[in-house]
């Protein structure tokens, strides 16, 4: 593993823009828990942790190793739905066989309380300040899990980084092991061929550029210890490179994604890669054997069944047709021929909506 270098990670905070000098007070003091320390860097791999798992723990008999849910949120109606179903969905499959699920927080990035504290356990944290993020909202999350991890008390030793828009389909174990953390593999974060710009932020110093893994923050299970770790590098990432016109152009909305994967190669934290950690449809047309629905892309169907992606179906579910609030109940389902994982997501909104009481109260 490559040694990060504690000077570039000073850098990444001192070199930020004057616009970003007030975020940089407030968080100067974690840039010092973002340094490796010998024996951490010194470990050495027998395997490739992101083709497969250690040899020496595929079959491994471990004690249960809860983990705690994380999702960052605003209080937008939008955001708000979402977080309702998810939370349902978790308390309904936490206690299921094969579960390690342990507690559950919303991190509330919006400064302020809102109606559902008493529906959700919720930790508020503090927004950026007015006018860093540009409008990227996303950049608030690495900002959110630092203050978190600092003020929160979790019992658990490991954390899902989670979103709003996940539901939890099938219980979901702990797929972590010790220091690797697992992480789903996104086909369109792709460090080799962004080498140029992905080392303005992970210079050749610290090693080959598939280091960094095609990863982003969510989903991710990691030892709490590890991401206490990555948080604050990611953040000063993540701002460094929206600062950045050419790396903003080219990374657009993933660029906070992109923050933590080249983050945790600079820990030379490597993550297990588990294709059966979420499913996306209209893309993945079954949730036999995955754990987390994403529900990112819209749904669009001819009433054959047959998909219509980028016009509007005549049967269509897309989250964003509801910004300012909750889809109704009881949602029609998909006609005859859509995919297993397009009807298994409708069905769980609609119960999810169905036993959620005040549903269109947000």
């Known amino acids: 593993m490559a040694r990060v270098s504690p000077l570039f990670l000073i850098l990444l905070v001192l070199g930020s823009s004057f616009a970003t000098y007030n975020l940089v007070t407030m968080i100067i003091r974690y840039t010092s828990s973002a340094n490796l320390t010998a024996d951490e860097i010194d470990v050495k791999l027998s395997f490739d942790p992101i083709v497969e798992m250690p040899e020496n723990v595929k079959n491994q008999k471990r004690p249960k190793a809860l983990f705690h849910v ?13 977080c309702r179903i998810m939370y349902y969905w ?22 302020n309380p809102d109606n559902l504290m008493d529906e959700i356990p919720t930790v508020v944290v503090n927004p950026l300040p007015p006018g860093l993020d540009r409008g990227y909202i996303v950049l608030n999350r690495p900002w959110a899990f630092v203050q978190w991890l600092e ?16 539901i939890i389909v099938n219980p979901l174990p702990n797929l972590a092991h010790g220091e690797h953390p697992a992480a789903f593999p996104f086909f369109y974060i792709k460090p080799d061929k962004n080498e140029k710009i992905v080392r303005k932020y992970y210079p050749e110093e610290n090693g080959p550029v598939t280091n960094v893994d095609p990863i982003g923050n969510s989903p991710v299970i990691i030892r709490k210890d590890l991401l206490s770790k990555i948080a604050p590098t990611w953040m000063n990432i993540s701002m460094k ?15 906070e994604m992109y923050g933590y994967a080249i983050a945790s190669a600079l820990h ?11 499913l996306q449809p209209p893309w993945d047309l079954e949730t036999r054997n995955k ?6 892309y819209g749904c669009d169907y ?34 005859p021929g859509v995919p297993e994982s397009v009807v ?5 909104v609609n119960e999810a909506s169905a036993n959620i009481p005040n549903w269109d109260t947000v």
């Open 344 to 348: 298994t997501l409708v069905k769980m």
């Open 241 to 255: 490179m929206k600062e950045d016109p050419e790396t903003d152009k080219a990374f657009g909305w993933v660029l």
């Open 70 to 82: 994380a999702l960052t949120a605003t209080d937008a109606p939008y955001n708000k739905w979402q």
């Open 151 to 166: 003020k929160a008390t979790i019992e658990e030793e490991y954390v899902l980084m989670a979103e709003p828009d996940h």
């Open 291 to 296: 754990f987390i629905i994403h529900y990112t």
């Open 302 to 335: 001819n009433l054959k069944g047959e998909l219509t992606y980028g016009t509007i179906g005549e049967w269509r579910f897309d989250k964003r047709s509801h910004l300012r609030g909750p889809p109704p109940r009881n949602l029609p389902l998909p006609p």
């Open 268 to 278: 030379g934290v490597r993550h297990i890669l588990r294709k059966d950690f979420m």
């Open 90 to 111: 978790y308390k309904k499959k936490k206690t299921s066989p094969g579960s390690e699920m342990g507690g559950f927080t919303r991190i509330l990035h919006s400064g």
